[in-house]
C-alpha cells in the first residue's frame, strides 16, 4: 500500500509541471538487459523515476519558465550504477524502500536528504532469515571497531547497498575476493578525497607504510587487508573489529605456519566446506602457496627418513673406520 | 719434502668457501622458512631476519655460480667434470666398493688422483650432477619464487607458486644431502683433516 502511494506521488509530483526539467543525458541501456532488470524487479518502471537522473553520470538541468539549461554531473556519491544495482544483493527493491518519498520533490528539500539512512542491522538483525549471517554480532564487532569512532562512519562507507554482493562465501576464485574486499579499503584509504570526509588526519601512503612486507605486490594480490588488521572472529564468516593501526599483525608467522591465521580469515568459509589431506592448510593450495603454512607432512617425513638414512650409514662407516684404525 | 699436486688455484678455493658459507646460510634459513612458526632446532632466524638473509645469500651465490661456470671454461678445469671413459658404470661400482669394502682391507685407492684427473669417478658424477644439475635447478626456482609475477597462477591446475617451491625445497634438499656426504668423504684422506687442507693452501697431500 507504502508503495503504491509513493508510487502515486512521484508521479504527481513529475506531472505537477515543477519548473525543473531533468533529461537524460546518457547511453540507454540494452534492451535485453532492460527486460532482464524488470524479470528481476517489478518497481523497475518506479526505480527509472529516480534512476534517469541517478542511474547517469550527465544529466541536463533545465529551468522551463527562464528558459535556461544546463549539462552537469551527477555526483559520485549519488549516482547509482544500474548494472551493478540489478547484480546486487539489494536487486529486487524499490528506491522508496529505503529512501523517503520525500524524494519525489525535485530540487530534494534539505530534510530528506538529511534523513537518517538504514543500517544493515535496522533490515537484517534478529532476523531468522538471516541467522546464519549473524548481523548481531557484526554489529558488536562494528561498533567495536576503530571505524566506529570515526564521525559519520557507517554500514555504507565499506558496502555500498546499491552494489553490494555476497562475496565471501559465493566466489570460487579467491583473488576476485581479495580484489573486491581491498578495493572496498583503498576507496578510502588510497583516496585522500574520499577519506578526508571523514577525518583531518593526514594522507596516508599504503605502499610506503608497507614497505617492510616483502614481496609486498604479491601480498596485497593474494590477501586480504582485514587478515592483518581486524581482530579474528569465531562467530561471523568475516571480521569486523577493525583494529587500530598499531595492533594490525606484523608477525609473519601469524600466517606463514602451519597455524595460519589465514585459515580463521581468508580460508574461512572453504575450510569449513572441505578438508583435505597430506598439506597443513591445503585448502590455500587452491590458490596460492604460503610459504611455511602449506607444508607437505609426508614430504616432511620422508626428508627426515632420508638425512637420519645418510647420517646411519656414515656412522656406520666412521664405526668400521675406527675398528679398522684401533686394529692397526 | 714436495708438498704435492698443485690442483686446487686461488680462484678454486675462494669459490668453494664462499659457496659453503653461503650454502650453510640458505640451509639454516631455509630450514627456518619452512618450518616457520615452530620452535628450535627448525627456526633458528625469525622469519622476517630468514627472508632477508636467504635473500641476500642467495643473490651472492648466483654470482659465485657464475664465477664458477666462466672459470671452470676458461681454465679448463672443466676436463675434470668429463668422463671418456668407456666403463662409466664399472668405475662408479669400483669407487664404491672401495668405499664399502676395500679401503678396510687396506687396498690402494682405485682411481689415484693425478694432475689430469683429479676426481674419482664418484666424485666426478656426484659433482656434475650437483653444478651442472642441481645447482640451475635451485637457481631458475629461487629466481621465480623471488619474482612470483613471472609464475603461471596454475599449472595443471596446481599452484604455480606450490610446483616451483616444492622444486626449489627438493633440490635445495638433495643437495643439502650431496653437502653432508661431501663433508664427509673429505675425512677419508690419509688423515681425516688432510682433504680439507688441500681446500686450504690448494695441494693435494696424500700419495693416492
Known sequence: MKTLKNRGLILLALLAGCLFNIQLF????DDSLVVRWKDINVFYEDNEKCLICHGEAYYTLSDTVAGVSQIRNMFQDYFVNREDYYDGVHKSFSCTDCHSSDFISFPHDVASRLE????????HGYDENYAHLNFEEIEVEYSNSTHAKVENFSCWKCHDPHSYKLIASEVTDVGELVLYDNNMCLSC????????????REEINVVSKHEW???QVLHFESVRCIECHTQISDSILVAHMVLPKDKAVKN???CHSTDSRLMSTLYKFESREKRQNGFFNSIILNRSYVIGASRNMYLGYISFLIFFGVLTVIGIHVFFRVIKAKRK | MSKGLYLYPKWIRFWHITNAVLFLILIVTGISLQFSGLDEPFVLVSFKSAVSWHNTAA???VLNYVLFIIGNQVTGNIKHYRSNSTTYIQDLIRQANYYRRDMFRGEPHPFPVTEESKFNPLQRFSYLLAMYAG????????ILLFYPGMLPREIFGVSGLLIIDLVHDATGFLLSIFMVIHIYTCTLGSKPTTLFKSMVDGYHHDDH
Open chain 1, 26 to 29: 546518457g547511453i540507454a541501456p
Open chain 1, 116 to 123: 537518517p539512512r538504514y543500517t544493515c542491522i535496522d533490515c
Open chain 1, 189 to 200: 584509504h588510497a583516496n585522500f578525497t574520499e577519506f578526508r570526509l571523514l577525518t583531518d
Open chain 1, 213 to 215: 612486507l616483502p614481496n
Open chain 1, 252 to 254: 609473519c608467522t601469524e
Open chain 2, 59 to 61: 643473490f651472492i651465490l
Open chain 2, 135 to 142: 645447482m640451475p635447478l635451485l637457481i631458475i626456482s629461487g
